[in-house]
């Protein structure tokens, strides 16, 4: 049995599925590693590494799409790697099934097994393969220090003989995990914090942070059963706006962090609620790829309105990829032990195991 992974397209994604500390697990259960040569070289991570742990190097990636049993990648693979793979063949990544759609079509015809981790339910025992949580906590983390950064005031309250200057307010928009991490940053860093959600499940856990939650009047909770947040209703978003409008008044730095997955990200902030922030303020909108949070939004731009700058990245992890790399690979091998057939030592698609059924592809 062969485990294989080959280089991500680099201008766009930096973080690798397979760290070498992660090679023993694999050759613990009988599977051998294949990887593309400099496979982490731009991490700092050098073949040797992984050759000292007991993997293979190839500097064919046709051979480790053709001779892997399983392939693990971050993201979809390119048309023409996708060619590449065989019948009865495994892929596990971040396959994004609603914009690859089609291309994930052909591939389940060639009966190719597809796993996409995005899909991992919100049980106990997904907990350790949840990369949505382990990418997401370092995205909020991050989101903190380059909003932060792009502050040109100091952030904890300061008290000189010259006078005080005073702590900076920051607005979390959305309490998941990267907002709960958001918030707990920006606490240790002397903001005072403020934070938002339509699940109220999550005013406790803001307010263990330090945080202190905005309430919309009459909320309703919005939360699916797997725990995530779901579309408001039009009287509830006419009441966060009420909110947001005058909270934003007084608030310096904003992280947006709402997301629905598989759906365009909810608009949130407005253009007028824009035009009432003070200038110098900062907006980090998590959910510029997926159409943002924000009025202005423009990935991979900084949009100036009104003096408020507004940030967003195609992939901020793309800035934490060595940390985002050895949290992915541990949640990959957890995903991979859990499918492996260890007595007869082979991939056992079980549908009656809930983490399988719903991350494949059918």
Known sequence: MRIGSTLENQNFEKRIAITPEIIKKYTSLGIEVLLSEN????LGIEDKFYLEQGAKI??????????????????????????????????????NPYENEEKLKSLAKKKINLFSLELLPRITRAQSMDI????????????????????????????TA?????????????????????????KRMGAIVFATDVRMASKEQVES???????????????TEGGYAKEASDEFKKKQEELLFETLKKIDIVICT??????????????????????GSVIYDLAAIQGGNTEFTEVDKIVE?????????????????????????????????????????????????????KTLIK
Request: charged residues 20%.
């Open 305 to 357: 309105n009104n003096g408020v700058r507004i940030m967003g990245e195609s992939n901020i992890l793309n800035k934490l990829p060595i940390s985002a790399s050895s949290l992915y690979a541990k949640n990959m091998f957890n995903f991979v032990d859990n499918l492996f057939d260890k007595e007869n030592k082979k991939i056992n698609v079980n549908l009656e195991d809930e983490i399988i059924e």
């Open 162 to 186: 010259a006078g005080t200057i005073p702590a900076a307010k920051v607005l979390v928009v959305g309490a998941g995990v990267a907002g709960l991490q958001a918030i707990a940053t920006a």
């Open 39 to 42: 496979y982490g070289l731009h």
């Open 58 to 95: 190839s500097k064919d990636e046709n051979d480790i799409l053709n001779s892997s049993d399983i392939i693990v990648q971050l993201s979809m693979l390119s048309e023409e790697k996708s060619l590449k793979i065989k019948e009865n063949q495994t892929l596990i990544g971040v396959l």
């Open 258 to 279: 709402a997301l629905i997955p598989g759906k365009k990200a909810p608009l949130i902030i407005k253009s007028n609620m824009l035009n009432n922030m003070q200038a």
């Open 209 to 223: 942070l330090g945080g202190k939650f905005l309430t919309v009047q009459g909320t309703e909770n919005l939360e």
């Open 132 to 159: 949505l949580s382990s990418q997401a906590n370092l995205a909020g983390y991050k989101a903190v220090i380059e909003s932060f950064a792009n502050f040109e005031k100091a952030i904890p309250m300061m008290m």
